[in-house]
Structures are given as C-alpha cells and as structure tokens.
C-alpha cells in the first residue's frame, strides 16, 4: 500500500488555525466547517497526484491565473479503510500548464509529468489522424465542463468526457506562492455529490450552518423533530476527510509515504499542519450515517486511555461525540505507557435475537479483541470475560496508533461501522429491499434518451448498504448497491462483497463478481420479444447473455414464468435459472439481487420526494428510500412466491407523548401510476 505525497513538504509554510481542517471561527449565527486543508508555500511548489486516478482540470471560478484539480482514483481505495471519491487541489499556476489556450510543452523532464501525458496523447492522435495539431486546453476539460452538471459524469460516462489518466506521483503542475492553495479529499456516497460548480468554487468547501440550541419550551416532540433536522444537516462534513489524518490512517495501516525527494521524511512531512495530533473516530450505522443518525441509541461513546481504578478496570471519559459536530476527535494525546492504545465502548442494542451487532473496522487497527489487525469484522458481545453478556455497551474496542518523535499520538482516520440485523422497521420479502433502496441519488445520466443495448451503472458504495443476512446459510456478507439505467428501465441491483460472519466454522468468502461505474454497449438478443413493460429488457438480459458479462460462462438465463400458480393468485415474474438445475439459481440469488421498475414507475417515486408534506413529523430534508408493504406469500412444490406493493418512505417522529422516537414510515401518498394504478412486484425464491 504506497500513496504520494501532494507537494514538496520543506516549501510549506506552518499552517494557521483557520486555514486547517475542520471547525473555523462562526460567522453570525452560523457555525462554520472547512472540509478542505489550506496553505501557503515559502516558494512556488510541485503538485503530485496522491495516486493513479482519471484528470479533470478546471479555472478558479475567481482567479482566472489559477486552476482546479480533480483527480478521480482507480485504485480499489476502500483497501485503504476510506473510500476516496476525488482529491482536489486548488491554487494552481494557470502558467505551469497552459500557454494561451494550449496545454505547455513539457521541455525537459526527470519525473512523471502531466505535460508529457497530454504530448504521448497528442502525438497518437496526430499519427491516426495524420495531422500536426497542437493539444488545446479541453483535453483536460476546461470548458468541456458545464457548471450544473455533476463533477462524476465526466469520469464515468464516456460520451460527455473522455479523461486522461496520471500515475502515482505525477507532477501536476505549481502550487502558487502568492495564493492560498488547498487540497480536499471527498469520500464516496451518494448523499453528497459536487457539480463542477462546487468543484471550481472554494467557498463551496466551507459548510454553515444555523448555530443550534435546544428550546426547552416546545414539546418532546417538536425537540427531536429540530435535533434531527440539525444532525442531518451537520452529517454532510461526514463527506470529506483531513489530507493529514489520511495520511496518518495510511501509515497506521503499514503504507508508505513516496516523496518526490525520494528520500524518508515521514517523521517531519505533517509537522506544519495544525491537525497533525489529530485522531478522528467515525463511528456509522447501517446506512453510513452517524451511528445514532435516528436517535435509537444513546449518543454517549466512552474512551479510556490507559487509565485503571484501584481494582485494576478501565476508566472511561466521554468524547462528546455529538456536542456539536457528528465525530469524534482526540488531540494532543501523549503515547500510553503500555500497549493498550486507546480504547472506546460504543452504544448497542442487544437481547433480542434480531439485534446482532457487528463491528466492521474499515481502517484496520481497531478490535474488540487483540491479534486481529487483519480482520476488519467482529461480532460484538458474544459474552464477556466473567461470562455475562452487555446489552447495553459493547466490550472495550482498542484503536492502536503510531506516535511521532515528540511523544504524542500521530493524527489518524479509524472508520467504523455499526452493522445491527435490525428489523424494526418493515417486515420484507427479500434482504435486498430491507435495505431501503435509496431514491434521492443523482443519477448522472439522462435516461430519456438511452438507446436499446445501451445501460449505465451508477454505484453506491458499500458503505452506504447495511450488511445483508443469508438466514439459509447463518451468513452476514457486504454488499454494494448499484443502479442500472437502459431504454426502459431502472434496475437496482446488488452484488455480494464478502461474507464478513458465518455459522459455518471458518468460512470467509469473497465474491467476483463484479461491474465498473460507467456505459455499457453490449447490444441485444435478437430472438428476445424486447416488450417495454416486461422486466427482463436491457440490463438484465444482457448481463445474463453477453459474452463480456460477469455472467456469461456460468450458463444462466432469464425465464419468464408466468401465472396464475395459485387459484385467483396472477403471478408474472421473471426468474433466473441455469441449464435444468436450482444450484446455479441458489448460488446467483446469494450474490445477486435486482428489482427492475419502468421509468414511469421510477418517476412516480421520485417525484414524491419534492411533494410537500404538511405533517412535521415527517422529516422531509433526510433521503427517501424504496420499500415494500402488504406483503402476500404463497407456496408451491419448488417456489415460494411473493407479491407486494411499492411505498416510498422517510423518517418519522411516532411514539406516545413523552416516549417518541424516529422510525422509517410509509410516505402519506401512495405511489401512482398514470393510470391511477399501484406499483406491484413478485418474486420468486426457490425452496428445497
């Protein structure tokens, strides 16, 4: 694991307070929050790509003298325990790239080198086209980037953009001496997506928002109704992550630092960041929100530094986890004498035999138990050392850390994730609806105009997809949770990660299977009636069939089966099997989920997003989701058959007074077709 450093650290001048990640001083009412690293250099500096990514480059939206950066990793980076979305680097020399309108030559060069990226690119295209043209600006972007669309589509859809690519460590261009440059490091989700507009703008990298103070004289209500809506808010810092805690997170996990210098300056390269003593705990639930995003726990998490009683048990002090901001954060912590690091005990549920409480450390070097620095995934709870189980507190979680040359603990990123098997909410037919499919993503791609043989993936990291539960096998695995687009439909699907707890005695697998976020061209079969309004159009079947898919050796097909099977039960449903055997079916439906829906029916969901609801206990401002309601289950010899209908839903205060609580609820309008007609689904699981 190597990542480069972004510039050469002996230029940087010490950083002040208000240019340094995190919370700046308020403006009126507002708290502030910088999600970007700011500094000045002592002389011009050069930009390195942090890792092999794809390149989009852009003006200041106030300094036509200085440019944007975008680097879009292709490196797997959730290997690393923080799923990057972009680096960002503002503040660079409009002269260290461009002359005029043209990208420079590159001269003379003893480094990797955008400039000699853009020449190698230009001189193939000379040579097919037998032309002598100079490389213009926009094959970098530039003005091929329009300010309201989405940053992400010009890295992944292919006819808006084609993006060049840079290594490891490539020279970029300048960092300005006389400006204020900054780099920003986004995470993957689909709750936070920047336009180019945001990317241009480095105002767009301050968060505010409206100072918050609990008014004791409205109800209980009405006070988590206000507390929700101001966790919600405060959540989107949750996007973004400190360049030095990444840096420090890589190191803790046994990476390396490449300089350009190529010498060792890991001891002193962070030395002028105010947040180099930094330590970040980012505890989230099911969703990838805050662990107590829906205020079903409570918000205290405890930490203990080496610090023992008389009788020799730990004593913890609260982190203030959600005093203002939904984080955790230690500073300035002097290196414990003994082994034990940090430790920290986290709210859970227990008791009930659906709340399984799983703990998955993204970052490594977190564990309830020691020796595990390669396992990411622990069963939280299984019983404690005088054999009682805790129900309300999970076992002492150790965060091991590196210290630098003054004694004190390195800044450092632990993501975490609080996976409980929660089924408080709806009662479902499939794993995959149980995640709430999510309907306020952006798509990136209009498919109103998407041609037959053609479909888009969209991603949703795994980070944002609870753990899903095999209950045939007793496995937890991880999921991403993806979207198809084609001529007429939009699919949701996902694909089995990793099986991260299993009944089975060491049983841990990982799947293959696997799809990239961007456009497909595969065509269509010929033989198959391409009806609009079946669901075995586009996406699904040419994954099943196409030679390049995913699938295409493991002799599986789609096969419709219509009814009734059961007297006055209308089942039609596509279901997907291999050649005269339910093996390959079983194996498929363990990795691979879908729910296909029409644009139509797609859009009367989405459309109730915007529709005003006058109830306030409905907290319209968080992300609505897909679910599945009067559920009607039949059986046969080999199937067992589900119908249901489609709601959209979204956070609710319920409850009695004086004991209410947030819940997911059905949304108070059903969803409508034009013709007045409800969305229903069938589906099939094989029964043996």
């Known amino acids: 694991m190597s990542i480069s450093f972004f510039t050469e650290p002996d230029k940087l001048n010490i950083q002040s307070s208000e240019m340094a990640y995190g919370e700046i001083t308020p403006e009126g009412l507002n708290d502030r929050y910088l999600v970007e690293n700011r500094f000045t250099f002592s002389s011009n500096a050069k930009a390195f790509a942090i890792t092999k990514a794809f390149i989009l480059i852009s003006e200041d939206s106030e300094d036509a003298n200085l440019l944007t950066i975008a680097l879009y990793p292709l490196e797997n980076t959730i290997k690393w325990g923080i799923p990057v979305k972009y680096f960002i680097y503002r503040g660079i020399r409009r002269n ?107 105002n767009a990298s301050i968060l505010s928002f409206p100072q918050f103070e609990l008014d004791e004289d409205l109800s209980n209500k009405e006070q988590l109704i206000d507390q929700f809506n101001d966790r919600q808010n405060r959540e989107k810092i949750l996007g973004f992550v400190d360049i030095v805690a990444y840096y420090g997170c890589i190191e803790n996990q046994n990476g390396s630092i490449a300089f350009f210098e190529e010498e060792d300056l890991t001891e002193t390269y962070l030395n002028k960041f105010i947040n180099r003593n930094k330590i970040y705990i980012d505890l989230r639930d099911n969703w990838g929100f805050s662990y107590n995003h829906y205020f079903k726990t409570n918000d205290e998490i405890n930490y203990s530094i080496s610090e023992t009683d008389e009788d020799g048990n730990l004593v913890y002090t609260e982190l203030n986890y959600y005093d203002k901001w939904p984080i955790g954060v230690l500073n300035n912590i002097t290196e414990p004498d003994d082994d034990l690091g940090i430790q920290i005990q986290i709210p ?32 939280l709870n299984e019983k404690k050392v005088d054999g009682l189980v805790s129900l309300r507190k999970s076992e002492p979680i150790t965060l091991e850390l590196l210290s630098d040359d003054s004694g004190k603990l390195k800044s450092s990123y632990f993501l975490l994730k609080l996976n409980r098997d929660d089924k408080d909410y709806f009662t479902l037919s499939n794993n995959f609806l149980k995640s709430f499919i999510p309907l306020n993503v952006n798509m990136l791609y209009d498919y109103s105009d998407i041609e037959d043989g053609t479909f888009m993936i969209r991603k949703i990291s795994s980070l944002f997809a609870p753990l899903q539960y095999d ?196 949304h108070p309008i059903n969803v409508e077709l034009i013709d007045g007609s409800e969305i229903v689904i069938s589906a099939a699981v094989h029964s043996s």
């Open 471 to 666: 209950n045939q096998n007793g496995d937890f695995y991880t999921t991403s949770i993806n979207i198809a687009l084609d001529k007429h439909n939009v699919t949701y699907f996902s694909m089995k990660e990793e099986v991260v707890f299993s009944t089975r005695p060491n049983l841990i697998q990982k799947s293959n299977l696997s799809l990239q976020e961007m456009a497909y061209n595969w065509g269509l079969d010929d033989d198959l009636d391409h009806d609009p309004m079946t669901k075995n159009v586009g996406f699904l079947e040419q994954i099943f069939n196409h030679e390049n898919s995913l699938f295409s050796n493991n002799n599986i097909s789609p096969e419709k089966l219509e009814g009734p099977f059961i007297e006055d039960v209308d089942f039609n449903f596509l279901m997907v099997t291999t050649q005269n055997s339910t093996e390959g079916y079983e194996k498929l439906t363990n990795e691979f989920n879908s729910i296909s829906f029409t644009h139509e029916e797609y859009d009367a969901m989405t459309a109730l997003t915007e529709e005003v609801i006058i109830d306030n206990a409905y907290l319209t401002i968080h992300p609505m989701y897909v679910c599945e309601v009067d559920v009607e289950s039949y059986r046969t010899f080999t199937q067992l058959l589900h119908q249901s209908k489609i709601r959209v839903c979204l956070p609710m205060v319920a409850g009695e007074l004086n004991s209410e609580f947030i819940t997911l609820m059905g």
């Open 96 to 202: 260290s790239v461009l002359t005029d309108d043209f990208i420079k030559e590159p001269g003379e060069i003893e480094h990797p080198n955008l400039l000699q990226v853009v020449k190698n690119q230009m001189d193939s295209i000379n040579e097919i086209d037998m032309t002598d043209l100079s490389p213009e600006k926009n094959i970098l972007g530039f003005e091929s980037l329009s300010e309201d669309e989405y940053l992400k589509a010009y890295f992944i859809d292919s006819s808006k953009f084609t993006p060049l690519v840079v290594t490891k460590g490539c020279e970029l261009g300048m960092f300005d001496s006389a400006s204020e440059c900054a780099v920003e490091v986004v995470l993957d989700g689909f709750q936070h997506e920047l336009t180019v507009a945001d990317f241009r703008d480095k």
């Open 348 to 379: 859970i549920i227990a008791g009930r035999p659906s709340a399984t409480n799983i703990l998955s450390v993204y970052t490594k070097n977190g564990s309830p138990k020691s020796g595990h620095k390669s396992k990411y995934h622990f069963l």
